[in-house]
C-alpha cells in the first residue's frame, strides 16, 4: 500500500507561518490531484485545499487569503503554504493524491500543527 510522506508540522505561534511539503508516488503525480485535508481533535477530516492536475486551486472558506497550495512537478511534491495561522487552524494534516480513472487514492500520516502562544 503506497503511503505519502508528509512533513514541515511543528509548533507555531498565533500569525505564524508554515509550509509543509509532502511527497506524491509515481509517474501518475503530475495526472494527479493533490489535496490537504486535516483533522482536529473530536472532529472529522475535512478539505483544505486541492490543485488539479492542470494547476487549478479550491480552498476551504476558512483558510481562502492565508493558506496556498502549490505543486511541483519535477519534484513530485506538493505544498500548503500556511500563513497568518489561527488557533482554529491546529490539527493533523494529511496529504492526498488521487487520480480516479487509474484507481488512485493515496494518503499519508499525517503531520501534526500546533499553533499556540
Known amino acids: 500500500q503506497v503511503q505519502l510522506v508528509e512533513s514541515g508540522g511543528g509548533l507555531v505561534q498565533p500569525g505564524g507561518s508554515l509550509r509543509l511539503p509532502c511527497a506524491g508516488f509515481g509517474n501518475i503525480f503530475s495526472l494527479s490531484t493533490m489535496g490537504w485535508y486535516r483533522q482536529a481533535p473530536g472532529k472529522q477530516r475535512e478539505l483544505v485545499a486541492v490543485i488539479t492536475s492542470s494547476g487549478s486551486t479550491n480552498y476551504a472558506d476558512s483558510v481562502k487569503g492565508r493558506f496556498t497550495i502549490s505543486r511541483d512537478n519535477t519534484k513530485k511534491t506538493v505544498y500548503l503554504q500556511m500563513n497568518s495561522l489561527k488557533p482554529d487552524d491546529p490539527a493533523v494534516y494529511y496529504c492526498?493524491?488521487?487520480?480516479?480513472?487509474?484507481?488512485?487514492?493515496?494518503w499519508g500520516k499525517g503531520t501534526l500543527v500546533t499553533v499556540s502562544s
Open positions: 492526498n493524491q488521487r487520480a480516479t480513472v487509474y484507481a488512485i487514492n493515496y
